[in-house]
């Protein structure tokens, strides 16, 4: 069974961090560029983050440019986000999602991690 399962989400005060897990499994992601999405409530969603399969070439949404790091281990099966200098304005539920390339159409999506910055 394909799936995707995000995890590492939660409550942090304003500049804190997180990492975020995007673990597959039913499929290995080396084959597959891989995005973050977020979606805030009432707000459409928006992607923050893809790491290309290919050449492992990263891209960033620029509100979150500088602040949030993409990576793969292939090892593990396993894409992270890591996101630093946290705003209030990165509250939303963060999802994955797979697609041929960063710029395709996304398959396989997780059913999402909320992450909440507040003090």
């Known amino acids: 069974q394909v799936q995707l399962v995000e995890s590492g989400g939660g409550l942090v005060q304003p500049g804190g961090s997180l990492r975020l897990s995007c673990a597959a499994s039913g499929f290995t992601l080396d084959y597959y560029a891989i995005g973050w999405f977020r979606q805030a409530p009432g707000k459409e969603r928006e992607g923050v983050s893809c790491?290309?399969?290919?050449?492992?070439?990263?891209y960033y949404a620029d509100s979150v440019k500088g602040r949030v790091t993409i990576s793969r281990d292939n090892a593990k099966n396993t894409v992270y986000l890591q996101m630093n200098s946290l705003k209030p304005e990165d509250t939303a539920v963060y999802y994955c999602a797979t697609a041929r390339s960063c710029w395709g159409k996304y398959d396989y999506w997780g059913q999402g991690t909320q992450v909440t910055v507040s003090s």
């Open positions: 790491i290309s399969s290919s050449d492992g070439s990263t």
